[in-house]
């Protein structure tokens, strides 16, 4: 597969669903005010920050809150749209959304104090190459912060059956990617690649929605 390919396959589904993407996550709230909570205390307020995959800038507009240094990036054009109307109705104008491939990032090595990852390994195509390259951008000694849906993980009997359902839809091509991880993979994934766990949390229990902030060495 090409990366025009891919690139046309991941974004395909996310403009789809960007205007109704935060109506769809309601029952998420509590774990993304988590996320942006957690975040906001491991960031300085001078601190350069990056997030990665940031849809419609849920995260990214709490975020803002502690620093006036940010860029979020996305590969869906949509999602971007519906995150700078969300910006301009509150005035956080000083966040700069970007439509961008995050394996491909167009900022130097070492550009970021922090990196931010939400809700995005477990629906992409290569996640040791997003890992890469939040690497690449992140200074040594920033801070990795992320969140990822661990399907591996034990569910109840209900729940099951939705993640069946959601790999049915994979394999016939309605969803594009998705990894079915567990938590010890994902901490193993992230150490190889010259990380150190600063804390993590399971911010939602089924499926699993698992917090991990990382130190880059």
Same mark, same amino acid.
């Given at each position: 597969?090409?990366?025009?390919?891919?690139?046309?396959?991941?974004?395909?589904?996310?403009?789809?669903?960007?205007?109704?993407? &935060?109506?769809?996550?309601?029952?998420? *709230?509590? =774990?993304?005010? %988590?996320?942006?909570?957690?975040? !906001? /205390?491991? @960031?300085?307020?001078?601190?350069?920050?990056?997030?990665?995959?940031?849809?419609?800038?849920?995260?990214?507009?709490?975020?803002?809150?502690?620093?006036?240094?940010?860029?979020?990036? &996305?590969?869906?054009?949509?999602?971007? *749209?519906? =995150?700078?109307? %969300?910006?301009?109705?509150?005035? !956080? /104008?000083? @966040?700069?959304?970007?439509?961008?491939?995050?394996?491909?990032?167009?900022?130097?090595?070492?550009?970021?104090?922090?990196?931010?990852?939400?809700?995005?390994?477990?629906?992409?195509?290569?996640?040791?190459?997003?890992?890469?390259?939040?690497?690449?951008?992140?200074?040594?000694?920033?801070?990795?912060?992320?969140?990822?849906?661990?399907?591996?993980?034990?569910?109840?009997?209900?729940?099951?059956?939705?993640?069946?359902?959601?790999?049915?839809?994979?394999?016939?091509?309605?969803?594009?990617?998705?990894?079915?991880?567990?938590?010890?993979?994902?901490?193993?994934?992230?150490?190889?690649?010259?990380?150190?766990?600063?804390?993590?949390?399971?911010?939602?229990?089924?499926?699993?929605?698992?917090?991990?902030?990382?130190?880059?060495?």
């Amino acid at each position: 597969m090409s990366k025009k390919e891919r690139i046309q396959k991941e974004k395909k589904i996310w403009d789809e669903i960007s205007y109704r993407y &935060d109506k769809q996550n309601r029952h998420l *709230k509590d =774990a993304f005010n %988590k996320s942006i909570e957690k975040s !906001k /205390n491991l @960031i300085n307020e001078d601190d350069k920050v990056m997030e990665i995959g940031c849809g419609t800038g849920i995260v990214t507009l709490g975020v803002a809150e502690k620093t006036e240094n940010i860029k979020a990036l &996305d590969l869906s054009e949509e999602m971007i *749209k519906v =995150a700078k109307r %969300k910006a301009e109705s509150v005035d !956080k /104008n000083h @966040i700069e959304f970007m439509v961008g491939d995050g394996y491909n990032i167009d900022c130097e090595d070492e550009s970021f104090d922090a990196v931010l990852m939400f809700n995005l390994l477990h629906i992409i195509k290569e996640p040791l190459t997003q890992i890469r390259e939040a690497k690449r951008v992140l200074k040594k000694g920033g801070k990795l912060i992320t969140a990822t849906d661990c399907y591996s993980e034990p569910v109840r009997f209900g729940v099951k059956w939705r993640l069946i359902l959601q790999n049915i839809l994979h394999k016939f091509n309605f969803l594009p990617y998705i990894n079915n991880f567990k938590i010890e993979e994902l901490k193993e994934l992230f150490i190889a690649e010259g990380f150190k766990i600063i804390e993590e949390e399971v911010l939602y229990e089924e499926p699993v929605n698992y917090y991990i902030a990382l130190e880059k060495l």
